[in-house]
């Protein structure tokens, strides 16, 4: 028998699988990310089955439940299967959010800058030409770092990209002198 906590807690969690579920397809092949900033809420981002293509969406949780959703990554695969092993979602500035992905389908490292007000983004830009996992995003003293994994490396080969223009131009960094 649940107490009257307990009992809110649960209809609480329910609702909001519904809102998720409403929005994510129940039956998506990679699991449902959340991303919560303390200023800016909460996004959810999932593999969406986008008319005969396998795809990156994502969208802002409201008091109502998930926002119309947004696609991020285009000409996906239709092979029925998880196509994103890794997401890093980073809050931009007062502006939005930066995203980057590993895509099997693509064999790549993606980033696209996500408006917040707009809720549109920018055309995903490669930054590398293999599958990457162990992927995070991060800013310090106005400095975006990407951090990752390429597939194909050794298991202790970490790369890392920054911007220093939010995220619109990615250097890399050579830590394997």
């Given amino acids: ?34 991303f919560q900033h303390p200023q800016a809420g909460k996004v959810v981002i999932w593999q969406h089955h ?28 239709s092979e029925a299967k998880c196509h994103f ?5 980073h809050k931009g500035g007062n502006w939005g959010w930066h995203v980057a992905w590993g895509s099997n389908a693509k064999s790549s490292l993606m980033v696209v800058r996500v408006d917040g007000e707009a809720w549109v983004s920018s055309l995903p830009k490669k930054l590398a030409s293999q599958t990457a996992d162990a992927i995070a ?22 790369h890392t990209m920054i911007s220093s223009d939010e995220g619109r131009n990615w250097d890399p960094v050579d830590l394997h002198q």
């Fill in 85 to 89: 092993p890794a997401i890093a979602v």
């Fill in 50 to 77: 986008f008319g005969g293509a396998f795809d990156l969406a994502m969208a802002p949780e409201t008091p109502s439940g998930l926002a119309p959703m947004i696609r991020l990554s285009f000409g996906g695969s």
């Fill in 1 to 34: 028998m649940l107490n009257k906590q307990s009992a809110v807690a649960l209809f609480l969690f329910l609702l909001s699988s519904i809102a998720i579920a409403e929005t994510a397809p129940v039956d998506s092949l990679c699991p449902v990310k959340t």
């Fill in 137 to 158: 995003l991060s800013e310090k003293d106005g400095l975006l770092t990407l951090d990752y994994h390429l597939l194909s490396d050794s298991a202790s080969l970490k």
